[in-house]
């Protein structure tokens, strides 16, 4: 991750890039980790989106954040799969150290969300996570 | 000489204990969140009248395929702009407030849920996940 001045209180990582970068290290090479649908859709994919979280951490150090993660594969079981594989590497995440990520909470269990704007009625899964960020601090 | 003693529950007070609490605490902050989903379709739904229909009659498919899947999200997408009018019924919302539990309550069995009613309720639900982008507003703002 590439270095930044951060403020003397504490900077939290934007967590779609946390996951990201996560993800991108445990998912086979040909998934598409993204935090934005590409305009040329790739067969496999997951598309990140953090949206607003309730109450805050337990520490300055701390911080609740919430992401909705989506994903799509080549057919409706290959997607709840890679779902379900996304699921269990975030649950994972809190072994890795360095990686900010204290804890995990799947709010919303992966399930197949269809996308109604999409004619082709593509299969697309979708989970909710609750992510605990360890904040980042000036040295 | 150890004694033996049976505890009882006073069962119905403790299902209006916790029917009491999710009346007075998790409905409203349900209604909060219900509030806020419904001012989503609402928006949504003007802005659609607003968006002109996509003209794509100098565009060129190079295959037959091209053109029927550019057809179908046509008419996908004036189907959902359709339905995005379709008020809900009298008396209801297009997101609405449900509490619910069966009789006598079993644990975690009373609660209060936001439930997406009309059509156009699904659609913006599945689009734009309004029910999870607002249920931070639950916490109680604290």
């Known amino acids: 991750m590439a270095t930044i001045e951060v403020p003397d209180t504490g ?3 934007y967590l779609p890039l946390v996951l990201k970068q996560y993800l991108d290290s445990r998912l086979p090479s040909d998934v598409v980790v993204a935090t934005q649908v590409p ?8 598309t990140l989106l953090s949206v607003p979280s309730g109450g805050t951490g337990p520490s300055l150090a701390l911080s609740q954040r919430r992401c909705i993660i989506q994903c799509r594969d080549r057919s409706e079981i290959l997607t709840g799969r890679l779902a379900e594989k996304v699921r269990g590497y ?12 204290r804890d995990v909470t799947v709010i919303g269990e992966p399930a197949i969300f269809l996308d ?11 989970l909710t996570v609750d992510i605990l960020l360890r904040a980042t601090f000036a040295q | 000489m150890a004694k033996a003693y049976n505890i009882k529950f006073h069962a119905e007070a403790w299902d209006e204990l916790v029917t009491g609490v999710v009346q007075k605490w998790a409905v409203p902050r349900a209604e ?15 802005k659609s009248l607003q968006e002109p229909e996509s003209d794509d009659s100098a565009t060129v498919y190079r295959t037959n395929a091209d053109r029927v899947r550019a057809d179908m999200a ?13 008020e809900p019924p009298e008396g209801k919302r297009d997101y609405m ?3 619910e539990g069966s009789n006598p309550l079993n644990l975690k069995d009373y609660r209060a849920t936001v439930i997406a009613v009309t059509d156009r309720a699904k659609i913006d639900n599945a689009r734009s996940n309004t029910l999870v982008q607002n249920f931070h507003l639950a916490s109680g703002g604290d």
């Open chain 1, 90 to 101: 975030l649950v994972d995440a809190i072994r890795l150290p360095g990686n900010g990520i």
């Open chain 2, 97 to 99: 407030v449900s509490v």
């Open chain 2, 32 to 46: 909060e969140i219900a509030d806020a989903c419904n001012e989503h379709v609402l928006a949504e739904a003007a």
């Open chain 1, 11 to 13: 900077y939290y990582e």
């Open chain 1, 116 to 126: 109604p704007d999409d004619p082709s009625n593509a299969p697309r899964a979708q």
């Open chain 1, 39 to 46: 305009k040329e859709i790739p067969p496999r994919l997951v």
């Open chain 2, 74 to 86: 046509k008419a996908r997408a004036r189907a959902n702009r359709r339905i995005s009018h379709i």
